[in-house]
C-alpha cells in the first residue's frame, strides 16, 4: 500500500490518468451485461405478473367451454378475459380490459398507484389516461379512475382495466373473447399440442380463434424476439467494445511497466534480482488495476443499467430496476487483472532483459539502428528532415505505432458502423414500403372479420382485403388477403408469377422463400388462427418482408368467414366510411412517423454504445500518443535547444500521425463495414429476411475529417504540456 | 563557393574580437517559492568577449550549469539583464528564444543529446535547417560532412547515434553545435562522458573553434581543462566566487 501511495506521489497525473483509462476500459465491458441484465428484469415481470403460456382472442366464450377447455390434458389453467377497443373523450382510441381481479391468477395487474376496481364504473388506467380520482369517458360512457397500474401484457400502452363483467357486457357480441391458458408443460412442442386441442375444443362448440395464438414457451415473451434481436446487436456492440476495452488495458499497462526501465536497471545495477523485480513490477500494474476496478466495475454496472433500461422502455414500456449482471462483473475483474498481469509480465521480463549498460545509458528506449528495419528506413528517402524524423519514430516504437493504428481503427469502425447500421435499417424500411401505394390503412380494431370485402366497393381507390398473422416453418409471417387485381400493392415479383382470382395460390417474399428452401412450383403450409391450409407457391416478391400474399376470398374463407375483411386500403388519407366497428386508421405519413420514431429510439440506443466505443477508443489513442510523447520528451528539448520552434514540434507530430491516421481510418472504415454486413446477415439469418447492406458512404467525410481534427487538437495540447517546462529542465530530467 | 561559406554568408560578419558578446547583469534563476526556493544562480555580473574560451568551474550545486543554460539561453533568468551578441534575450518569448538559438548559440551537451534515428550527418543537417540559413538540401548535406570532415568523422556520414561510440557521437554533437558558424558555443561538461584521450580530443576541437572569433563557454570539473582557457569563472552557491584570467589572454 505504502508503496503505491510512493507511486501516486511520484506522478500523480499519470497514475489517475491510467487509473481512469482502465475504468473506463472496464467499464465499458458493462456493455455485455446490458441483455442479461434486461432478461433478469423482464424475468422478474414475467414471475411478478403472470404472464400466461398461450394468449389467443376467441368468438364470445361461454363458462361451459372454458371449463371443457380447462379440462384439456397438459393445460394446468385456463382462464377467460375481455378486451375492447374503447375511444376516450378525446379521441385517443385505446383498449379496456377485462379482468377478474378477485380470482384472476394470470395477467395480474400490478399497480402503482390506488387501489383496484370494486365497483363496474371503477378502472385502473394508465397515468397518460388520468388521474386517481379523476373521471374519464370511453365509448360515451363514464369511468372512476380509482388506480394507476399495468400488466406486463400491455406495458407497452397506454390502456384501461375494468372489472371483467364491465367489459363483456360491452364487447359486440357479449361474453369474454380472450382466452389465457399455463401448461404443465411450458415446452414449446407441449403449448403447440396444447393450441391445438383448444382449437378443436372450440370448433365443437361452433367457436374458433380469432387471432393467431400467440405461444411463450419456456417462460419467454412476446418481445423476446426483438429483445433478443437487439440483445444480439448490443452484444456484438459489446464484445467490439471488449476488444477495444482490452487494447487500451494492455498499451496502459504495457506504458506503467516500460516507463519504468531507468529505475529497474538502477535497481538491478544496485544487486536487485530479476525475479524480484519482475513482481515488484507486476504488483504496480496490478494495484493499479485494482483501483482502476473500484471505479470500473460501478461504471461498467451503470452503463448495462442505463441502456438497458433505454432498450426496456422502448420495447416493452417497463422502467427496470437496478440489476447486476455477475457474471459480467466477475468476468470484467478477472479479465482485467489476468490481462494486466499477462501483459505487465510480458513488459517486465522485456524490461528486465535489456542489457544493463543499455538500460541505464539509454534514454530513448530500444536504440535506433540495430535491427534491419530500422537500417531500411534510414536508406528509404522520406521526404525532409522532419519526415525521416517521423517515419522513422514510427519504425522506432513498432508496438507503439501498431497500437495507436489499431486504436484508431476501433475508434473509426464504432463511427462508422453507427450510420452504417442506421443507412441499412432506413433502407430496409424504406424497402419494406415501396411495394405499397396506399394512402390510409383501417383495421378493425378488435379480432375478427368486422367487414364485408364489398365495403368500398363503391368507390374508387379502395379496397378491402385480409391482414393476419400466421406461420409458415415456424416463422410468424404477415398474412395478406388482397384482391388479385389490387392497385396498392406493386407484387415486385423476382420469379414466377402473381395471383390468378380465387385459386390456392400464394407469392411468398423472395428472402424468406429463399432461406426456407421454398421453391416456386412447391405448396407450403400456412399456419392461420383456425388452423393450417396448403396453398402452391407461385411466385416470390422482391419485397424485403417476411410475408404471404394470397387471394383475398381464398383467405376469408380459411379462416371461417367467406367474403369477410378487416382491412381497408384507401388512396384517400382520410376515407369517409362507415365502420360500423371500432377501427384504427393511419395515414402513410402517421405509419413513416412511427416507424422513423422506432428507427430514431433504436439508434439512440446503438448511438450511446457506439459512443462508449469511440470514447474509450479515443482515451486509448489519447493515452498512448501522450506516453509516447512523455517518452520523447527529451528528443523534442533536444530540438527545441537546436532552435526548433514549437511549430516545428508540431508538424513533426502531425507528420507523424498522418500516416498512422490515414490507416487507422482505412482499417476503421474496412472494420465498420464488416461489421455492418456481419451484423445485418445476423439479423437476416435470425429473422429469414432481405434486409440489404447499405454503407453510411455520407459520413466518410465527416469522420476523416473529424479524425484528423481530433488527432491534431490531440497533438496541439501534447506538444504544449511536453514544452511547457524550461528546455535545460527537461534535458536535466534525462540525465 | 563551398557549402561551408553558403552557411558563412548566411550570418553577419563578426565585430571587433575584443567587443563583449555576453554581458549578465545580476543574473538570478531561483526554483519554486518561499520555503522551497531553490537557487540556481545569484546576482551574477558577467562580461565575456568575442573569441574568448571561458571555463566555468565549481562543485556539484554551484550554479554551473545553470549559468550555462541561461547563457545558452535554453533557460530564462527569474530576474537580471542578459544581453548576448547585442541581444536582450532574458526577455524573449519560448519561440523567440528558439528561434535566437538557432541562429547564435551552438550547445554541446554531455549526454550528446542526438537525435537517435537520425545519421550523423542529418543530425549535423537539422542544426543548418532550424538555424534558418536557408541553404538547399544539397548545400546543407554538404556542409554538414565538411563539419563532421572537420571533427574526424568524415566516413561516419551514415552512421545513426546508436552506432558509433562515446565520443564519437560527442563529435558529431560538436559538429552540429558549430557547422552554422555561431558567435557563441556553451558546452555542458562535454567532456564529462568521455575518456581521457577523446576529452582532450574534443576539447581541442573546442578551443580550435576559438581562434576563429566563436566565444566558447565551456562548464566543466576538470582543472586541468579549465587552465587552458582564457578566463576561468569559478563559482560557489550560485554566485561567482572568482574569475581567474589566463596571463597573456
Do not use: C
Request: no cysteine; hydrophobic share 50%; charged share 20%.
Amino acid at each position: 500500500m505504502r508503496s503505491m501511495l510512493r507511486q501516486f506521489k511520484r506522478a500523480p497525473g499519470r497514475i489517475v490518468a491510467s487509473i481512469f483509462a482502465l475504468a473506463l476500459a472496464v467499464g465499458a465491458i458493462g456493455v455485455l451485461a446490458i441483455p442479461t441484465v434486461a432478461g433478469g428484469t423482464l424475468d422478474d415481470a414475467i414471475e411478478r405478473d403472470g404472464l400466461a403460456d398461450i394468449v389467443v382472442d376467441t368468438t364470445p366464450l361461454e363458462a361451459s367451454r372454458l371449463d371443457r377447455i380447462s379440462r384439456i390434458d397438459g393445460i394446468e389453467r385456463a382462464e377467460a378475459e375481455a378486451s375492447l377497443a374503447v375511444q376516450m373523450d378525446d379521441g385517443f382510441l385505446t383498449r379496456m380490459i377485462g379482468l377478474d381481479f378477485e380470482s384472476q391468477t394470470m395477467d395480474l395487474l400490478h399497480l402503482t398507484a390506488g387501489r383496484f376496481p370494486s365497483a363496474p364504473d371503477e378502472v385502473v388506467a394508465a397515468p397518460a389516461l388520468g388521474a386517481v380520482g379523476s373521471r374519464v369517458t370511453a365509448n360515451g360512457a363514464e369511468y372512476e379512475v380509482v388506480g394507476h397500474g399495468a400488466t406486463l401484457w400491455w406495458s407497452d400502452s397506454d390502456v384501461l382495466y375494468a372489472p371483467l363483467d364491465t367489459v363483456t357486457a360491452l364487447t359486440p357480441e357479449g361474453g369474454t373473447n380472450r382466452l389465457v391458458v399455463t401448461a404443465v408443460d411450458d415446452s414449446e412442442s407441449s403449448l403447440r399440442a396444447i393450441s391445438d386441442a383448444i382449437r378443436a375444443e372450440l370448433e365443437v362448440g361452433g367457436d374458433t380463434y380469432t387471432t393467431f395464438p400467440i405461444l411463450m414457451p419456456d417462460g419467454s415473451t412476446p418481445i423476446d424476439q426483438d429483445i433478443s434481436q437487439v440483445s444480439t446487436l448490443i452484444g456484438m456492440l459489446g464484445v467490439f467494445a471488449g476488444l477495444v476495452a482490452l487494447v487500451l488495458l494492455a498499451s496502459t499497462t504495457n506504458t506503467l511497466i516500460t516507463e519504468r526501465t531507468r529505475e529497474v536497471a538502477v535497481m538491478r545495477a544496485l544487486g536487485g534480482r530479476s525475479r524480484q523485480l519482475r513482481r515488484r513490477l507486476r504488483r504496480i500494474a496490478l494495484g493499479i488495476t485494482g483501483v482502476a476496478l473500484l471505479i470500473g466495475l460501478p461504471l461498467g454496472i451503470a452503463i448495462s443499467n442505463v441502456i438497458a433500461r433505454m432498450v426496456l422502455e422502448e420495447f416493452v414500456g417497463i422502467t427496470p430496476s437496478i440489476a447486476v449482471d455477475w457474471w459480467v462483473v466477475g468476468f470484467s475483474a478477472v479479465g482485467a487483472l489476468i490481462g494486466a498481469r499477462l501483459v505487465a509480465a510480458r513488459a517486465a521480463r522485456k524490461v528486465v532483459k535489456l542489457p544493463l549498460a543499455e538500460a541505464l545509458r539509454d534514454r530513448e528506449g530500444r536504440p535506433f539502428g540495430r535491427s534491419w528495419t530500422h537500417r531500411l528506413i534510414t536508406r528509404i528517402p522520406t521526404g525532409g528532415l522532419f519526415g525521416r524524423l517521423a517515419a522513422r519514430a514510427s519504425v522506432h516504437r513498432p508496438a507503439h505505432t501498431a497500437a495507436v493504428v489499431v486504436q484508431i481503427s476501433a475508434a473509426v469502425g464504432a463511427a462508422f458502423l453507427i450510420p452504417s447500421l442506421t443507412a441499412s435499417v432506413n433502407g430496409f424500411n424504406t424497402a419494406s414500403f415501396a411495394p405499397w401505394s396506399w394512402e390510409s390503412l383501417t383495421i378493425a380494431s378488435d379480432a375478427g372479420m368486422p367487414f364485408d370485402q364489398t365495403i368500398v366497393d363503391d368507390r374508387t381507390g379502395a379496397e378491402a382485403g385480409v391482414w393476419v398473422d400466421g406461420e409458415i416453418e415456424d416463422w410468424e409471417v404477415d398474412v395478406y388477403g388482397l384482391p388479385t387485381d389490387t392497385e396498392f400493392f406493386d407484387p415486385m415479383i423476382g420469379e414466377g408469377t402473381w395471383l390468378e382470382p380465387d385459386a390456392r395460390q400464394a407469392v411468398l417474399s423472395a428472402g424468406f422463400a429463399e432461406r426456407n428452401s421454398i421453391d416456386v412450383g412447391e405448396s407450403v403450409t400456412l399456419e392461420l388462427p383456425a388452423g393450417p391450409t396448403r396453398y402452391e407457391v407461385v411466385g416470390v416478391s422482391d419485397d424485403y418482408g417476411r410475408a404471404i400474399y394470397v387471394d383475398r376470398s381464398v383467405l376469408a374463407a380459411d379462416l371461417g368467414a367467406p367474403g369477410r375483411a378487416n382491412t381497408v386500403w384507401s388512396a384517400d388519407a382520410e376515407p369517409e366510411v362507415d365502420w360500423g366497428v371500432a377501427v384504427r386508421s393511419d395515414t402513410a405519413a402517421d405509419v413513416a412517423a412511427d416507424d422513423k420514431a422506432g428507427r430514431d429510439a433504436i439508434v439512440v440506443i446503438f448511438g450511446a454504445i457506439g459512443l462508449i466505443v469511440a470514447g474509450v477508443a479515443a482515451l486509448a489513442v489519447m493515452s498512448s500518443m501522450t506516453v509516447s510523447l512523455y517518452e520523447r520528451r527529451h528528443e523534442l528539448a533536444a530540438l527545441q535547444a537546436i532552435g526548433a520552434r514549437k511549430r516545428r514540434l508540431r508538424g513533426l507530430v502531425i507528420r507523424e500521425l498522418v500516416p498512422i491516421a490515414t490507416l487507422g481510418i482505412a482499417g476503421g472504415l474496412a472494420l465498420g463495414a464488416l461489421g455492418n454486413r456481419g451484423i445485418i446477415a445476423s439479423f437476416e439469418a435470425s429473422n429469414a429476411i432481405d434486409i440489404g447492406v447499405v454503407d453510411a458512404v455520407g459520413a466518410i467525410p465527416a469522420i476523416v475529417v473529424g479524425t484528423f481534427v481530433a488527432l491534431v487538437v490531440l497533438s496541439l495540447v501534447i506538444v504544449r504540456t511536453a514544452t511547457r517546462r524550461p528546455v535545460t529542465v527537461t534535458l536535466r530530467s534525462a540525465a | 563557393m563551398n557549402a561551408t561559406s553558403v552557411i558563412t554568408a548566411a550570418t553577419p560578419a563578426p565585430p571587433a574580437v575584443d567587443a563583449a558578446l555576453i554581458e549578465a547583469h545580476d543574473l538570478t534563476r531561483i526554483w519554486g517559492k518561499g520555503n522551497a526556493a531553490q537557487i540556481g544562480v545569484s546576482g551574477v555580473d558577467l562580461t565575456i568577449r568575442r573569441g574568448e574560451v571561458v571555463a566555468v568551474i565549481g562543485p556539484s550545486g554551484s550554479g554551473k550549469s545553470t549559468l550555462g543554460a541561461l547563457l545558452a539561453g535554453i533557460d530564462r533568468p527569474t530576474s537580471g539583464s542578459l544581453v548576448v551578441d547585442g541581444t536582450r534575450i532574458d526577455r524573449m518569448k519560448t519561440d523567440q528564444l528558439a528561434a535566437w538559438r538557432g541562429r547564435h548559440v551552438g550547445i554541446v551537451f554531455q549526454d550528446f543529446h542526438l537525435l537517435p534515428t537520425l545519421t550523423a550527418a542529418e543530425n549535423v543537417e537539422l542544426a543548418i535547417e532550424l538555424s534558418g540559413a536557408g541553404a538547399g538540401r544539397r548545400l546543407r548535406r554538404t556542409a554538414a560532412r565538411a563539419a563532421l570532415e572537420r571533427v574526424g568523422l568524415g566516413g561516419h556520414v551514415r552512421k545513426l547515434p546508436a552506432q558509433m561510440s562515446g565520443g564519437e557521437q560527442q563529435r558529431v554533437g560538436i559538429a552540429r553545435a558549430m557547422v552554422t558558424q555561431p558567435p557563441l558555443i556553451v558546452a555542458d561538461e562535454p567532456t564529462g562522458a568521455l575518456d581521457q584521450a577523446n576529452g582532450h580530443a574534443v576539447f581541442g576541437l573546442l578551443t580550435g573553434l576559438a581562434q576563429g572569433g566563436t566565444t566558447v563557454v565551456f562548464i566543466t570539473h576538470d582543472l586541468a581543462l579549465a587552465d587552458a582557457a582564457d578566463r576561468t569563472i569559478s563559482m560557489i552557491d550560485g554566485g561567482v566566487a572568482s574569475i581567474t584570467t589566463k596571463a597573456g589572454a
